[in-house]
């Protein structure tokens, strides 16, 4: 069965430091991956996507993560965070052959101290 | 207008009301999804529709009810609603998913039900 872990509910930084949200995932064969993100009382947008291309995949606003197959990870990084990433992230796998179906992580909220 | 629009943005009812939810997608999708978000919960996919058909509902109670008239409308009907239902209804579009779509969910902005 397909599943996506994220493994801090809770991610505290400084404003200009780097974010690092992690993801590991399971799956039996080559999914899609896919970060989002949600601002308070705001539907999701999606930052990246990963479709079996180049691993490491760039986004919106500066994100990017890196699929690691033999760690199946895909931890989503910035390298400075700014006080407008102040929200909840979502890691989202859609299993082969399942019709587009999302499974979603628990989320991570983000926040990002002046 | 672009994107995927849901109104009302937000709806306070009593159990005994009946009300609807609406999604409309300027996208050119084929596929719209409901999907219900509680506090403190994973996202819960409620019903798919493809190409106007219903292809999915994950065991949602019958007191929600959904109707697709075409690919860019997608409405949830609600009746004799339950206080566990107050939550975030979100509605989601993408293109046609197919058996293998690696194509991402556009969603819009919500309905914030609140159930008294």
């Known amino acids: 069965a397909q599943s996506v872990t994220q493994l801090d509910s809770h991610v505290s930084v400084s404003e200009g430091t780097p974010v690092l949200l992690r993801c590991n995932y399971s799956?039996?064969?080559?999914?899609?991956l896919f970060w989002y993100v949600q601002h308070p009382n705001k539907g999701l947008q999606l930052l990246l996507k990963?479709?079996?291309?180049?691993?490491l995949v760039k986004g919106i606003n500066g994100f990017e993560a890196e699929f690691k197959k033999s760690e199946t990870s895909f931890h989503l990084t910035k390298p400075s965070a700014h006080m407008s990433d102040a929200a909840e992230y979502f890691c989202?796998?859609?299993?082969?052959?399942?019709?587009?179906?999302?499974?979603f992580g628990q989320g991570t909220e983000l926040s990002v101290k002046p | 207008e672009t994107g995927v629009t849901q109104t009302p943005r937000h709806l306070v009812m009593g159990m005994t009301n009946k009300k609807s939810l609406k999604c409309e997608q300027h996208?050119?999708?084929?596929?719209m999804y409901w999907y219900k978000q509680s506090a403190k919960k994973p996202l819960e996919l409620m019903f798919v529709?493809?190409?106007?058909?219903?292809?999915e509902n994950n065991s949602v109670p019958s007191r929600f009810s959904p109707e697709c008239p075409n690919s860019s409308h997608l409405f949830l009907h609600l009746h004799t609603l339950q206080p566990e239902d107050s939550a975030l209804y979100l509605c989601?579009?993408?293109?046609?998913?197919?058996?293998?779509?690696?194509?991402?969910?556009?969603f819009g902005d919500g309905t914030r039900l609140s159930i008294l």
């Open positions: 989601a579009s993408s293109q046609d998913p197919g058996g293998n779509s690696n194509q991402p969910q556009h």
């Open positions: 799956s039996s064969y080559s999914p899609s």
């Open positions: 990963y479709t079996s291309a180049a691993t």
């Open positions: 989202v796998v859609t299993p082969y052959n399942q019709g587009g179906k999302l499974i």
């Open positions: 996208l050119g999708h084929n596929a």
């Open positions: 529709y493809n190409f106007k058909e219903q292809t």
